[in-house]
C-alpha cells in the first residue's frame, strides 16, 4: 500500500492542524502532567498504526518502549474494541491486535540504549509502522535518580532517537512529564540542573526541569510538541510547536473509546 506521509490520530481538529496527523520521520513529543492521558493517547495511536489499511490503519507493527509499566494490552483492546466494534468483534481480532505490538520495558538507558540496535534492525524490515517512548523522562529518571543525566550521553541518546526516524520515515512519538502547575501537586521527578539555566527562557516555555534534564538539544530535535493540559476540570490538547500549524488548543475526554475531543 502507499501511505500518505502521516498517521492520523482520528482526532478531527488535531488532524486538520497537523495537516494529516502525526508525521512519518520526525520527532513528535507529548506533554503534560502525570495522570493527564499521555498513555492513552499513546495507546491509541498504537492501536490505529496496527489495524487494518481498510479500516484507516497502517496494518503495522508498533514499537513501543514502555519505561513506567504503563501499557496495557487490555485497555488498548477496549480502546479497540469501543471505537471499532466491526473488527474487534471478528474471531481472534483482538488478540491479533495486541500481537503486533511489541512492547519493551528496559529498567535502564543503558538497557533502552542496548535495544536501540535492535530497534533499528526491526525498523529497516519496514513492518514498524510507530515507535513510542513512554516516557523518555523516565528512561533517563531510573537511570539517574535525582540528578541531571550527562548531557554527553543524552545528546547522543537524541540524534540516534532522531535519526532512527529520519532514515525509517516511521513516525516517533515519545511522552514526557511534567510538573503541574497546580503548586498543591507534588512533582514526580525532580531534574536539577542549574547549569544550562540560561537555555530554559528560549525553549518555548517548557517546563524548566525538563528542560534541564534533557537539554536544550532536544527541544530542538522534537518536530511537533502537543501540550495535555487541565484547567477547572477540562482537559485541553495544545498544539504547542508544529512548522505548519499554529497553537492551537482542543478540549478532550477520556471514554471507554480512549482520547477523544
Ligand atoms: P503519567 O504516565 O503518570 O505521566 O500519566 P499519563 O499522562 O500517561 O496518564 P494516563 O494516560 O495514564 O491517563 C490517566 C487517565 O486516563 C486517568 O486519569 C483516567 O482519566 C484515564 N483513563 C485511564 N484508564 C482509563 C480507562 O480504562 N477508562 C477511561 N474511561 N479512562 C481511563
Given at each position: 500500500e502507499?501511505f500518505?506521509?502521516?498517521?492520523?490520530?482520528?482526532?478531527?481538529?488535531?488532524?486538520?492542524?497537523?495537516?494529516?496527523?502525526?508525521?512519518f520521520?520526525?520527532?513528535?513529543?507529548?506533554?503534560?502532567?502525570?495522570?493527564?492521558?499521555?498513555?492513552?493517547?499513546?495507546?491509541?495511536?498504537?492501536?490505529?498504526a496496527s489495524?487494518?489499511?481498510?479500516?484507516?490503519?497502517l496494518n503495522g507493527r508498533v514499537i513501543?518502549?514502555?519505561?513506567?509499566?504503563?501499557?496495557?494490552?487490555?485497555?488498548?483492546?477496549?480502546?479497540?474494541?469501543?471505537?471499532?466494534?466491526?473488527?474487534?468483534?471478528?474471531?481472534?481480532?483482538?488478540?491479533?491486535?495486541?500481537g503486533r505490538i511489541v512492547?519493551l520495558?528496559?529498567?535502564?538507558?543503558?538497557?533502552?540504549?542496548?535495544s536501540l540496535q535492535q530497534i533499528k534492525v526491526s525498523l529497516l524490515q519496514h513492518e514498524v509502522k510507530l515507535l513510542?517512548?513512554?516516557?523518555?523522562?523516565?528512561?533517563?529518571?531510573?537511570?539517574?535518580?535525582?540528578?541531571?543525566?550527562?548531557?554527553?550521553?543524552?545528546?547522543?541518546?537524541?540524534?540516534?532517537?532522531?535519526?532512527l526516524a529520519?532514515f525509517s520515515r516511521v513516525p516517533?512519538?515519545?511522552?514526557?512529564?511534567?510538573?503541574?502547575?497546580?503548586?498543591?501537586?507534588?512533582?514526580?521527578?525532580?531534574?536539577?540542573?542549574?547549569?544550562?539555566?540560561?537555555?530554559?527562557?528560549?525553549?518555548?516555555?517548557?517546563?524548566?526541569?525538563?528542560?534541564?534534564?534533557?537539554?536544550?538539544?532536544?527541544?530542538?530535535?522534537?518536530?511537533?510538541?502537543?501540550?495535555?493540559?487541565?484547567?477547572?476540570?477540562?482537559?485541553?490538547?495544545?498544539?504547542?510547536?508544529?512548522?505548519?500549524?499554529?497553537?492551537?488548543?482542543?478540549?478532550?475526554?477520556?471514554?471507554?473509546?480512549?482520547?477523544?475531543?
Open positions: 502507499e500518505s506521509g502521516h498517521i492520523p490520530t482520528k482526532l478531527n481538529g488535531l488532524d486538520e492542524a497537523l495537516c494529516g496527523g502525526i508525521p520521520g520526525v520527532l513528535t513529543e507529548l506533554v503534560g502532567p502525570a495522570g493527564i492521558g499521555k498513555t492513552q493517547f499513546c495507546l491509541k495511536m498504537a492501536l490505529l489495524l487494518p489499511v481498510r479500516y484507516g490503519g513501543y518502549i514502555d519505561a513506567e509499566s504503563k501499557f496495557s494490552s487490555r485497555r488498548m483492546i477496549e480502546i479497540g474494541a469501543s471505537s471499532f466494534p466491526e473488527i474487534f468483534n471478528m474471531q481472534g481480532m483482538a488478540r491479533e491486535m495486541a512492547v520495558q528496559p529498567t535502564s538507558l543503558s538497557e533502552f540504549t542496548e513510542i517512548i513512554d516516557s523518555m523522562a523516565a528512561l533517563i529518571s531510573v537511570e539517574h535518580g535525582q540528578q541531571a543525566p550527562r548531557q554527553q550521553s543524552l545528546g547522543w541518546h537524541i540524534s540516534f532517537i532522531k535519526s529520519e516517533v512519538l515519545v511522552t514526557n512529564q511534567v510538573r503541574s502547575q497546580h503548586r498543591d501537586q507534588a512533582p514526580q521527578y525532580s531534574f536539577q540542573d542549574s547549569s544550562n539555566a540560561g537555555d530554559l527562557e528560549r525553549a518555548d516555555k517548557y517546563d524548566s526541569r525538563l528542560v534541564a534534564a534533557l537539554g536544550i538539544n532536544w527541544a530542538h530535535a522534537v518536530t511537533i510538541r502537543l501540550v495535555l493540559e487541565a484547567k477547572s476540570g477540562q482537559r485541553y490538547l495544545k498544539v504547542a510547536k508544529s512548522p505548519l500549524s499554529p497553537p492551537l488548543a482542543f478540549p478532550f475526554i477520556i471514554t471507554s473509546s480512549g482520547i477523544s475531543l
